[in-house]
């Protein structure tokens, strides 16, 4: 059985587009994960609710990840009444996997900043590492004046410089990682709907063949 760190990659995914698929397979590839799940929310307690139904945005995820054999899909987000916390979540997955095995919370930048106002965010690090997609242009160095001193603190006591160090301990460490850029938002591609632009080639053509079929977003 492997003891590679297993990716979790949580979000509303509305919809799923190549920079969350980007994200994934550089960090997999770089950081040499088991594989990367991926956690559609169901009901999201840090934003606004989903602009489609947690069963849309989960079927376009599996769309999505069709045919890679280091993507996988996870629904437990979507069957939770209420709202879901990651916290949970990935106390749901230290149980099942046990004690000993790494796992990885991979975020970008801008949702690592704002990691301290996540539910009991400081028990995220006994469950899992965190692992930060660093993009071109966001230089690290930066961070420090963004970032509230709690969560300055738990970054400077936990990065890891070697980011192959998470596979040696199940959780705990913080680790960077640069990634390339693809300046892609869920927010674009809905307002490209809503104006009858196409978004053709910022997401999966099955996942845009799904939204056109379903006539998603376009109010």
């Known amino acids: 059985m492997s003891t590679a760190p297993i990716g979790i990659l949580g979000g509303t995914f509305d919809p799923i587009h190549f920079g969350h698929l980007r994200l994934a397979q550089e960090l997999a590839e770089k950081l040499k994960l088991d594989h990367v799940r991926f956690i559609p929310s169901g009901t999201p307690p840090h934003r606004g609710a989903p602009r489609v139904s947690a069963a849309d945005r989960l079927a376009m995820v599996g769309l999505a990840v069709e045919g890679n054999v280091l993507f996988t899909v996870d629904d437990r987000e979507t069957k939770r009444a209420g709202p879901g916390y990651m916290v949970d979540t990935l106390a749901e997955l230290r149980a099942e996997v046990g004690a000993n095995r790494p ?35 966001f230089p690290v160095g930066a961070w420090h004046n963004r970032m509230p001193q709690p969560l300055a603190r738990e970054y400077a006591s936990r990065t890891m410089q070697q980011p192959f160090a998470a596979h040696l301990a199940p959780a705990g460490g913080v680790v960077v990682i640069a990634i390339a850029a693809l300046d892609i938002s869920a927010t674009m591609i809905r307002d490209c709907i809503r104006s009858r632009a196409s978004p053709r080639y910022l997401l999966p053509d099955s996942v845009l063949d799904y939204i056109q079929a379903r006539r998603l977003y376009v109010q």
């Open 103 to 137: 796992l990885a919370l991979l975020l970008g930048a801008d949702a690592f900043l704002e990691l301290a106002t996540w539910s009991r965010w400081h028990e995220l690090f006994n469950l899992a590492h965190i692992v930060v997609a660093h993009r071109p242009g």
